[in-house]
């Protein structure tokens, strides 16, 4: 069992990072009712500002943290703006639309950046192993592992507690409802998806030395809180949460085991399949419209 | 509207070629009869892309020999014709293509990747060009007119076996990228340390092989490696894969487990891994602080020209195919050619190079010494630092 202790911390770190992006992604689609498939480019943001922003220094490291955030929720706001003239038109137009920018951005990002993968330097004293029960564990992940469950809490404490958050919930629940209070279905939507853009980039900043950063990041992303989402229920946090460390367990501790490892991406994707068999109907509502 | 401008540039196309050909013809000719006419070679390499660092190198070591040897090859004038071979083959058939029909280069040197190599033999020998490759180097067919001055796959891999058997008290864990270019580095190591009776930690005997490119997480193979009680690794990766590896190997619970490779901290990735590079044994055909007379020429040039880079066995590949036509094309005397100088290459015997003493060997490749180096401290910057010499490798 010792020997699964590092895997194991591993998965949770994995979880917890991609909770962060799955959290974004599930709530556009059960708020805004937006599908967004550009969701791993605003990741990309994020993970290319602290390439090239964070040398080892902490004040690069919180510039590239504002930067990709910021960039991303702008990103996410100029989605929505685009996303304008497709109201009513169903998930199937926004899914080519987003995808469509995923691509143009994506190919922006590669021709600016390069096609490589890019280094990443994290903060000097996080820069070296940690003991954990006897073993070695890099002092940046344990780190990461702390604020990815800060940020996670603090996404729990905003959507039940705070004002915004009681019309998220209510959104989820009865849009027409929060329309009829006076709420303009733009401005919900807007700010959904600069929240989810925000939240995408700040993972992409802080979670880039682990997940990487380049050509293939976006869509590694994508997929992974695709996958998140399906099987936590579209646009429930909380099952976002679960799912996610599920699925960080299934990439850590799958691979770390020899018999596993061979067939843990089809786990992933089996449990995908199986999800939205038994629950189709939950992924693409076709009456429902913005 | 739209046809006669098109018809117009087709026929300017058309005629760009014809002339392209018709200045090669001249150019053969005139090569074969002055003595100290122009030469024509072209350089191939991926001058943007992924392997932008491996081709620059290329590049600068094919330079730097024709700037000490007052930009002639054999008595020649050299007229240098560069192509961008990009990421591989796609990219690099039609820059060849360019180099061989438009420019009517007489040699070819350079291409970084083996899928480029293979891509672009059938054409170079459909002209009758050789080829004095200075990196990749696939399993070939043909032999006929392609050379090469780097090494095979497999090389490094088996000439380190030996040593890591002697030194290693206990099994050895092998891991590499899954890809051909990871079979053959890690298959020459497992091939020849099985042959010796080593034994691998691996269950079942097997290499690990992680998913390439797409692996950035390296931790839980590391862990896989500590529970089968590995007493040594050994491993290929390059690039960004490599800084990742020895970055987190070494914050990992296999940090104390002596790491060997082949490429882990050669050319720029070296800064990058920083001190987690530290300790890192490799073997390699080249080592910058290699004790003889070739070698402390190049490195000085070397230094001058780039005082901020370390040469590499990259480079010095490459300045040594310059050397190989240098002499290829001395010897071919008042009648230089493609053929002439594929055949004076066949005759060469021992070549002097930065690297040490070496010769081509039947398959076309080097037959040359190993050296193990071990990356340590020298001055502020780290560096690939000679330990003692291996095996000689090549057939």
Redesign the interface.
């Known amino acids: 069992m010792d020997?699964?202790l590092?895997?194991a911390v591993?998965g949770v770190a994995?979880g917890l990072l991609l909770f962060v992006v799955a959290a974004g992604l599930t709530l556009a689609f059960g708020v805004g009712d937006v599908l967004n498939l550009a969701h791993g480019t605003l990741f990309a943001f994020g993970a290319y500002a602290a390439a090239k922003i964070s040398d080892g220094s902490w004040g690069s490291l919180a510039l590239a943290v504002l930067v990709g955030t910021a960039a991303a929720g702008l990103g996410g706001a100029l989605l929505s703006l685009l996303l304008t003239p497709l109201a009513g038109r169903g998930h199937l137009a926004q899914a080519l639309l987003t995808f469509g920018v995923a691509l143009v951005a994506g190919d922006r990002l590669t021709a600016m950046f390069g096609?490589?993968?890019?280094?990443l330097t994290v903060p000097k004293s996080l820069?070296?192993?940690v003991d954990l029960a006897g073993?070695?564990?890099?002092?940046y992940r344990l780190a990461l592992i702390i604020v990815a469950a800060l940020i996670a809490a603090a996404l729990f404490v905003v959507v039940s507690r705070s004002r915004a958050g009681h019309f998220v919930r209510a959104t989820v629940d009865d849009r027409e409802m929060v329309a009829m209070l006076g709420v303009s279905p733009f401005t919900v939507r807007t700010s959904v998806l600069a929240g989810a853009g925000a939240l995408a980039g700040l993972a992409g900043a802080l979670g880039a030395p682990?997940?990487?950063a380049?050509p293939?990041t976006a869509d590694?992303v994508l997929m992974l809180s695709l996958v998140v989402v399906v099987l936590g229920g579209m646009g429930s946090i909380a099952g976002a949460l679960v799912a996610a460390i599920a699925v960080g367990e299934i990439?850590?501790?799958?691979?770390?085991?020899?018999d596993l490892s061979t067939i843990a991406p089809f786990v992933l994707f089996g449990a995908m399949a199986l999800a939205l068999a038994a629950r189709a109907r939950g992924l693409l509502p076709s009456g429902r419209s913005a | 509207m739209f046809l006669p401008r098109r018809l117009v540039s087709i026929a300017l196309a058309t005629g760009l070629v014809l002339a392209g050909a018709g200045c090669a013809k001249d150019d053969d000719k005139s090569g074969s009869a002055g003595a100290a006419s122009t030469l024509k070679i072209g350089f191939l390499g991926s001058l943007s892309?992924?392997y932008q660092a491996v081709g620059t190198d290329l590049k600068n070591g094919f330079e730097l020999y024709l700037k000490m040897h007052d930009g002639k090859l054999g008595g020649h004038p050299i007229d240098l014709k560069i192509g961008d071979e990009g990421?591989g083959a796609q990219t690099a058939v039609p820059a060849a293509t360019k180099l061989v029909k438009e420019e009517g280069v007489i040699a070819m040197t350079g291409i970084v990747g083996g899928g480029s190599v293979a891509a672009v033999a059938p054409l170079l020998a459909q002209a009758k060009i050789p080829l004095i490759g200075s990196n990749g180097r696939p399993e070939l067919k043909d032999l006929n007119g392609v050379w090469t001055t780097s090494f095979m796959s497999s090389d490094p891999g088996q000439s380190i076996a030996q040593y890591i058997k002697d030194k290693v008290n206990g099994p050895v864990f092998a891991i590499g990228p899954d890809y051909q270019g990871g079979y053959d580095e890690v298959g020459g190591f497992t091939t020849e340390f099985a042959k010796i009776g080593g034994q691998l930690a691996n269950?079942g005997g097997k290499t690990?092989w992680t998913p390439f490119?797409?692996t950035?997480?390296f931790?839980?193979?590391f862990?896989?490696i500590?529970?089968s009680g590995a007493k040594a690794v050994y491993t290929f990766y390059a690039?960004?894969?490599a800084?990742d590896f020895v970055k987190?190997y070494?914050?990992?619970?296999i940090?104390d487990l002596p790491l060997y490779g082949a490429f882990l901290t050669e050319g720029s990735v070296l800064q990058?891994e920083g001190d987690a590079a530290k300790d890192v044994f490799t073997t390699c055909n080249y080592s910058p602080d290699l004790d003889n007379e070739e070698n402390r020429k190049f490195v000085a040039a070397w230094r001058q020209q780039f005082p901020d880079a370390t040469p590499t066995t990259y480079a010095v590949a490459s300045y040594d195919a310059a050397a190989v036509l240098d002499r290829a094309i001395a010897a071919a005397g008042s009648n230089v050619t493609a053929e002439t100088i594929n055949e004076q290459v066949a005759k060469l015997g021992q070549i002097s190079s930065p690297r040490g003493q070496w010769q081509f060997g039947k398959n076309h490749a080097p037959v040359q010494k190993w050296y193990l180096r071990q990356v340590r401290a020298d001055g502020r910057a780290l560096a690939n630092t000679l330990v003692q010499d291996l095996a000689t490798v090549g057939q």
């Open positions: 020997a699964y590092i895997p591993d994995y096609k490589d993968e890019l280094a820069d070296r192993p073993h070695s564990y890099p002092g682990i997940i990487g380049g293939r590694l990439q850590t501790i799958g691979v770390a085991n020899p | 892309g992924t990421d269950p690990l490119p797409q950035t997480n931790l839980p193979f862990s896989q500590k529970s690039g960004k894969a800084i987190q070494k914050q990992s619970d940090k990058a």
